[in-house]
């Protein structure tokens, strides 16, 4: 249930038509923004919410039960409230919005009428569709532990425990020259051998990319020229001479954890669970391992 002041409730049951709505866009790395479908910007609970970003939302649809909610905001890229470059480095992702509505008269006068977190955000041109998620949609993320064959951790986490700061998974490069939107040959990674960065991250530490990071897709050699290939191109273009920190990859298996790693004792899937296949098995006249005896050999 809202709590309403007896203020507002009066300016609601006069229909002032005084009412707009504002957003107070929190981002992940603390950065605190306000919007307002307003044409003068409104101050809500000490953040300024900007009347000049063409901010507004889609009609909201409630449901009973866990359902999740639905609705969406759209408004402009503009360097001075939301661009387009922090829109793709993900600056934007999981971002939590609180919507307001608010007596843009008195704006001490205002009730929060929803919270979520920004889910898929379309571009087209200067504009963007922003789609917010309700506190529901939490309840279908899925959670705790699975009974599988790969590992669940990640590496370098707190339950794989593989220090990544250790020289030996990490790298540090510069850019030689772009290979297409994804890809480009590095300096400084000849110590390392191929495939050793395969699936980990590369952070940029200079340019435009300075900050941004992104999952390795694939680490090879053509031309003798040490090659990094990205699962997606960055927000900004790739230059020359463009520092970064890449760290190792791991593809979960429980081979590469104990050959490459040395943390078998660290791995955290069930290796030697049956498989699908394991179901439809028959007998073959002549294949070993129908004696009667336990499949581990005992």
């Not at 991250?201 to 090659?227: C, P, Q």
Request: charged share 25%; with cysteine; aromatic share 8%.
């Amino acid at each position: 249930m809202r709590n309403i002041s007896p203020a507002f409730q009066a300016k609601l049951d006069a229909g002032a038509t005084t009412l707009c709505r504002c957003w107070i866009l929190t981002r992940r790395d603390g950065v605190v923004q306000g919007f307002t479908d307003h044409d003068q910007t409104v101050i809500v609970n000490g953040v300024s919410c900007r009347a000049d970003t063409g901010f507004t939302g889609s009609e909201a649809v409630a449901r009973l039960g866990l359902s999740v909610d639905g609705v969406e905001v759209s408004g402009a890229l503009s360097d001075d409230s939301l661009n387009e470059s922090a829109l793709a480095a993900g600056h934007y992702d999981a971002a939590q919005v609180d919507m307001y509505i608010v007596d843009w008269s008195e704006p001490a006068l205002n009730v929060l009428m929803t919270r979520g977190h920004i889910g898929e955000v379309r571009r087209e041109g200067a504009a963007f569709a922003a789609e917010l998620r309700g506190l529901a949609d939490t309840l279908a993320h899925e959670t705790g532990r699975l009974y599988t064959a790969a590992c669940s951790a990640d590496l370098g986490d707190t339950r794989c425990k593989i220090d990544l700061d250790d020289p030996l998974y990490r790298g540090e490069g510069s850019i030689v020259a772009p290979r297409g939107v994804s890809a480009f040959t590095v300096s400084g990674l000849d110590d390392f051998d191929v495939g050793w960065f395969t699936a980990g991250r590369l952070t940029f530490t200079s340019g435009a990319n300075g900050g941004s990071a992104m999952e390795v897709k694939r680490h090879y050699i053509a031309s003798d020229n040490v090659v990094i290939e990205l699962w997606q191109a960055m927000a900004e273009p790739i230059a020359p001479e463009d520092t970064f920190i890449v760290t190792a990859g791991c593809d979960k298996r429980f081979a590469t954890c104990r050959d490459r790693f040395n943390n078998a004792l660290n791995f955290r899937g069930f290796p030697h669970i049956p498989g699908n296949d394991f179901i439809v098995r028959y007998a073959i006249d002549g294949e070993p391992g129908h004696d009667g005896k336990s499949l581990s050999g005992d």
